[in-house]
């Protein structure tokens, strides 16, 4: 009986340890679109999807604004309703600029100097149609579209590729936009 006891005792160690690897291996760097023309991107964005973060608690129907200013950076406007689609309009103005010439697809955005933070475009519809921003840290997450819908094939397909990228899409909350 106590070798039992032992086997099992050993057997659970072993997952343990095999877990607490596999838990503390590092993730792949996250992959971001090959190309991104920052004129085509400019314009609204409707969130379709998000992961919960604490500046936009409350917030349903978000949206962003994103122009081209003088200096060549992007003006950053972030919408959404407050508390419910009949809620107070609320807004935030921000900043953000490119990092990687590259590709255009890694950018910083800031709302309140001197903090910023990573906006990587790792998804981009053909026709600029959807976009998915993610933080290199996967502790931020959204899905964009142009219209306030997004059909839900796409919608699972894109999905899976952020599972794919290490993303634990379960964390998603869907924003509801006004009709």
Same mark, same amino acid.
């Given at each position: 009986?106590?070798?039992?006891? $032992?086997?099992?005792? $050993?057997?659970?160690?072993?997952?343990?340890?095999?877990?607490?690897?596999?838990?503390?291996?590092?993730?792949? /760097?996250? %992959?971001?679109?090959?190309?991104?023309?920052?004129?085509?991107?400019?314009?609204?964005?409707?969130?379709?999807?998000?992961?919960?973060?604490?500046?936009?608690?409350?917030?349903?129907?978000?949206?962003?604004?994103?122009?081209?200013?003088?200096?060549?950076?992007?003006?950053?406007?972030? %919408?959404?309703?407050?508390?419910? $689609?009949?809620?107070?309009?609320?807004?935030?103005?921000?900043?953000?600029?490119?990092?990687?010439?590259?590709?255009?697809?890694?950018?910083?955005?800031?709302?309140?100097? /001197?903090?910023?933070?990573?906006?990587?475009?790792?998804?981009?519809?053909?026709?600029?149609?959807?976009?998915?921003?993610?933080?290199?840290?996967?502790?931020?997450?959204?899905?964009?579209?142009?219209?306030?819908?997004?059909?839900?094939?796409?919608?699972?397909?894109?999905?899976?590729?952020?599972?794919? %990228?290490?993303?634990?899409?379960?964390? $998603?909350?869907?924003? /509801? %936009?006004?009709?």
């Amino acid at each position: 009986m106590e070798i039992k006891h $032992l086997s099992l005792a $050993l057997l659970s160690l072993s997952f343990a340890v095999l877990f607490g690897c596999a838990a503390g291996m590092k993730q792949s /760097p996250l %992959q971001v679109v090959s190309h991104v023309d920052l004129n085509r991107y400019l314009g609204i964005w409707y969130e379709i999807a998000r992961f919960p973060n604490r500046f936009q608690e409350g917030c349903v129907a978000s949206r962003a604004t994103y122009t081209l200013l003088e200096d060549g950076k992007i003006g950053v406007l972030n %919408q959404c309703y407050k508390g419910g $689609l009949s809620g107070e309009l609320s807004s935030a103005n921000g900043k953000a600029w490119v990092v990687e010439k590259e590709t255009n697809a890694k950018l910083k955005v800031s709302f309140f100097w /001197p903090f910023t933070g990573d906006y990587w475009i790792i998804d981009l519809g053909e026709n600029y149609e959807y976009a998915v921003v993610g933080h290199p840290g996967r502790t931020y997450l959204w899905i964009l579209s142009r219209t306030p819908e997004m059909d839900e094939a796409l919608y699972n397909r894109l999905l899976e590729r952020l599972q794919k %990228q290490g993303y634990d899409t379960t964390k $998603l909350i869907r924003s /509801p %936009q006004k009709p």
